[in-house]
């Protein structure tokens, strides 16, 4: 009896974690989180990505897509396009049937577009279902090279939660395109954890239970000097 609440357990929790939607970047599969780059040539009117989607469920799904813009320069215009084209931050709702897939030359393919200016851009895409939200699926687009990207929008970026935090702390993060990672020093400077971010941004997930309670100082370091850096209180 006890071995089949456990595997209920598990099956629970796999539903629970599950992404009915999966994206698609030139024919591979994409992990949730990844950074697409698109280059900026200043001789066209504007960067261009194509993505492809695809609801991995036996069922059909309603969903939409939610555009978070992290940085773009002042003179930037960006629009993405699910069906219609839309320059707010959220889509209308479409519909996919059981294992559809819409390809990157679909109809109905997910692009966007940045014009205007030669600044670098970060842009966040977020698919969920319609009836459930935390059925999602997140992807980053860094137009231009990465390199670009200012401390200042490394610092607006960056930002922990829950904050205080007890066992558990997410951090969300953006850095430069360069080997980075996420450093986490007590109140006397000494480093308590470090791990290397394989994405121009994202989220991590830190264990800090062996933490001791009080103040400690996370940031992005690049290069062997720190970028940025933001408090977190520990429980």
């Given at each position: 009896?006890k071995?089949i609440?456990?595997?209920?357990?598990?099956?629970a929790?796999v539903?629970?974690?599950?992404?009915s939607?999966?994206?698609?970047?030139?024919?591979a599969?994409?992990n949730?989180?990844?950074?697409?780059f698109v280059?900026?040539?200043?001789?066209?009117?504007?960067?261009v990505?194509?993505?492809a989607?695809?609801?991995?469920?036996?069922?059909?799904?309603?969903?939409?897509?939610k555009?978070?813009v992290?940085?773009?320069?002042?003179?930037?215009?960006?629009?993405?396009?699910?069906?219609?084209?839309?320059?707010?931050n959220?889509?209308?709702?479409?519909?996919?049937a059981?294992n559809?897939?819409?390809?990157?030359?679909?109809?109905?393919?997910?692009?966007?577009?940045y014009?205007?200016?030669?600044d670098?851009a970060?842009?966040?895409?977020?698919?969920?279902l319609?009836e459930n939200e935390?059925?999602?699926?997140?992807?980053?687009?860094?137009f231009?090279s990465?390199t670009?990207?200012?401390?200042?929008?490394?610092?607006k970026n960056?930002?922990a939660?829950?904050?205080?935090a007890?066992?558990v702390v997410?951090?969300?993060?953006?850095?430069?395109?360069?080997e980075?990672?996420?450093?986490?020093?007590?109140?006397?400077?000494?480093e308590?954890?470090?791990?290397?971010l394989?994405?121009?941004?994202?989220k991590k997930?830190?264990d800090?239970?062996s933490?001791?309670?009080?103040?400690?100082?996370?940031?992005?370091?690049?290069?062997?000097?720190?970028?940025?850096?933001?408090?977190l209180?520990?429980k």
């Amino acid at each position: 009896m006890k071995r089949i609440f456990t595997l209920l357990l598990v099956m629970a929790a796999v539903a629970v974690n599950a992404q009915s939607i999966k994206l698609f970047y030139n024919n591979a599969p994409m992990n949730d989180g990844d950074t697409v780059f698109v280059p900026i040539d200043p001789h066209q009117d504007e960067a261009v990505v194509y993505l492809a989607y695809q609801n991995q469920t036996s069922s059909p799904i309603e969903f939409k897509v939610k555009k978070d813009v992290l940085f773009m320069g002042e003179e930037g215009d960006l629009l993405f396009c699910v069906g219609e084209c839309y320059t707010g931050n959220v889509s209308a709702a479409m519909t996919l049937a059981a294992n559809e897939m819409m390809p990157e030359d679909g109809s109905l393919s997910f692009h966007t577009s940045y014009s205007g200016s030669l600044d670098p851009a970060l842009v966040k895409f977020t698919f969920f279902l319609t009836e459930n939200e935390s059925d999602k699926v997140t992807c980053y687009v860094c137009f231009g090279s990465g390199t670009g990207i200012r401390p200042a929008d490394m610092v607006k970026n960056l930002g922990a939660y829950p904050n205080p935090a007890h066992n558990v702390v997410n951090i969300e993060y953006v850095t430069p395109n360069t080997e980075s990672y996420l450093v986490i020093k007590n109140l006397t400077g000494r480093e308590v954890y470090r791990t290397s971010l394989a994405n121009v941004a994202g989220k991590k997930q830190v264990d800090i239970s062996s933490f001791n309670a009080g103040v400690y100082f996370y940031g992005i370091e690049s290069e062997g000097k720190m970028l940025c850096t933001k408090k977190l209180l520990v429980k």
